[in-house]
């Protein structure tokens, strides 16, 4: 496995491999691997001959009071890492290789980077969006991987992709969870053992949602509010939300596309998690009662 830290080197690498007519799948990441990351570069290796991972805790996605500073690092541990998941190079460039003096320039995905996490954390999207940009270009990728916990994010890529004509394919991940439920997060390393058991709420908000709406209750406004009554007085939320998948706009009646979204704060931990109300057995069931119904 290759590590590679400037943009230079990077599209010298990627300009050689697409001429001997190899594909390029990338994934990129924060670093911090854990078993969701390495469930992305499984998958990308499935599509691509070439995989590349970056690695590059971006600052321009970071509020002021947010969690710059101490995010969570092991450069070496995640060599090792995706080097045993057959990775053939790791792309790590530092800040000032990425927004040298002068960086002037930045992606807004207008409306999608509104609502549920760009309502509290301003400009992140438009870190988000830039810095990605900037990885499709020096990396020239055919594919790239993101997880869906990370639901917004990934509508954003796939916007921007669409609305700046990049010929890439953006691929949606599950989310891969604990044994317990809680979703894999590089940020679950800031909780203690009450705070991770806490954090259990966000999928329980799920399997409520679900087996309300399987009971046959269709009206978002009532999940939601009987979501927020059931997590912790300890937990802050900072939205509970039912949106469809793509557009990210208020579900009001659950259907097919519509998606329970959650972010709340354990101690001082933000956290996230996202799935489909209605599983693809119950999708399929109300297809069919419409049909009868027609
Ligand atoms: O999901 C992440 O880890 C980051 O937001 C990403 C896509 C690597 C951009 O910095």
């Known amino acids: 496995m290759e590590i590679i830290k400037t943009g230079a080197a990077m599209t010298a690498w990627s300009n050689e491999k697409i001429a001997g007519g190899e594909?390029?799948?990338?994934?990129?990441?924060?670093?911090?691997?854990?078993?969701?990351?390495?469930?992305?570069?499984?998958?990308?290796?499935?599509?691509?001959?070439?995989?590349?991972v970056s690695l590059f805790v971006n600052p321009i996605q970071f509020g002021e009071n947010e969690d710059l500073d101490c995010y969570p690092r092991n450069f070496a541990g995640d060599c090792e890492l995706a080097e045993q998941e057959g990775v053939d190079v790791i792309f790590a460039p530092s800040p000032v290789e990425?927004?040298?003096?002068?960086?002037?320039?930045?992606?807004?995905?207008?409306?999608?980077?509104?609502?549920?996490?760009?309502?509290?954390?301003?400009?992140?999207?438009?870190?988000?969006?830039?810095?990605?940009?900037k990885l499709f270009n020096l990396v020239k990728p055919q594919f790239a991987v993101f997880g869906e916990k990370d639901l917004q994010q990934l509508a954003i890529i796939r916007q921007m992709v669409g609305d700046l004509n990049w010929d890439i394919k953006i691929v949606g991940h599950p989310i891969v969870r604990e044994a317990d439920g809680l979703a894999l997060s590089s940020r679950n390393s800031y909780l203690n053992s009450e705070e991770r058991q806490t954090g259990l709420c966000l999928n329980r908000s799920l399997e409520l949602a679900r087996q309300m709406a399987g009971n046959g209750e269709k009206s978002a406004a009532r999940l939601i509010a009987a979501i927020k009554k059931n997590i912790p007085s300890a937990v802050t939320i900072d939205y509970v939300s039912i949106v469809q998948a793509d557009t990210l706009a208020d579900s009001h009646e659950i259907d097919q596309d519509s998606i329970l979204a959650l972010a709340v704060k354990?101690?001082?931990?933000?956290?996230?998690?996202?799935?489909?109300?209605?599983?693809?057995?119950?999708?399929?069931?109300?297809?069919?009662?419409?049909?009868?119904?027609?």
Do not use: W
């Open 23 to 52: 594909s390029i799948a990338l994934v990129p990441t924060m670093g911090f691997f854990h078993a969701g990351h390495l469930a992305l570069m499984a998958a990308a290796g499935k599509m691509a001959n070439q995989v590349v």
């Open 98 to 133: 990425m927004y040298p003096p002068g960086f002037q320039t930045a992606i807004e995905v207008k409306k999608l980077s509104l609502p549920l996490c760009g309502a509290d954390r301003p400009g992140h999207f438009t870190g988000v969006a830039t810095v990605v940009g």
């Open 266 to 294: 354990v101690g001082r931990t933000r956290l996230i998690d996202n799935g489909r109300i209605l599983l693809p057995e119950d999708r399929r069931q109300k297809a069919e009662d419409r049909k009868g119904n027609t």
